[in-house]
């Protein structure tokens, strides 16, 4: 009997464990490519994802709301770990000003920008500008890299209470699968 209770308990929680694993992505990655220039390598790319009531309602009471986009590029090696070429990481905020009741995005180091809708506002962080990820010199010529890139609501940057808040409400999870694809450096 008591093997049939730890049988069914192992069943039960391998389901929930695949069931959480898979979990539809709200933010979809429609578009990722890397583009050699004389700079170095810019990752281009484009985001589909809305926010839902509780966020825009979030973003329109005063709290600033931040996306992060991770790219790594690996190279295999068939004798040791795959070599880590690039590791990359960018953050866009959005907020509110009730003052001039815009939209405002900033871009980690740059000049924010406002906007006058939420949907003007957000199509700088679903569609953002082409991103110097890696100087020239980052990746071997001829090399075949294997390039990992996700993009997510970053909750670290919220205030305590609300961390606490988005980390047992699933309507604070914003986030893509990891869409992973190899580039040959040019």
């Not at 990359?88 to 001039?100: E, F, K, N, P, Q």
């Not at 909750?155 to 609300?162: E, M, Q």
Request: charged residues 25%; proline residues 3%.
């Amino acid at each position: 009997m008591t093997l049939r209770f730890f049988c069914l308990l192992a069943c039960q929680l391998l389901l929930v464990f695949a069931c959480t694993q898979a979990r539809a992505a709200d933010v979809d990655i429609t578009k990722a490519e890397i583009q050699a220039t004389e700079e170095g390598y810019r990752l281009n790319t484009a985001f589909a994802f809305d926010l839902n009531h509780e966020l825009q309602d979030a973003v329109q009471n005063g709290v600033k709301l931040h996306f992060t986009t991770e790219i790594e590029m690996t190279r295999p090696r068939w004798w040791w770990r795959d070599e880590k070429a690039v590791l990359a990481r960018r953050t866009i905020g959005i907020s509110y000003d009730v003052l001039t009741r815009q939209y405002i995005v900033a871009i980690n180091g740059s000049v924010p920008q406002p906007f006058n809708t939420l949907d003007d506002a957000l199509s700088l962080i679903r569609r953002p500008a082409r991103w110097l990820i890696a100087p020239r010199d980052a990746l071997k010529r001829g090399e075949t890299y294997n390039v990992s890139l996700r993009m997510f609501m970053d909750r670290d940057f919220l205030s305590k209470p609300l961390q606490v808040n988005a980390i047992n409400d699933s309507s604070w999870r914003l986030a893509s699968n990891r869409k992973t694809f190899t580039y040959r450096a040019e």
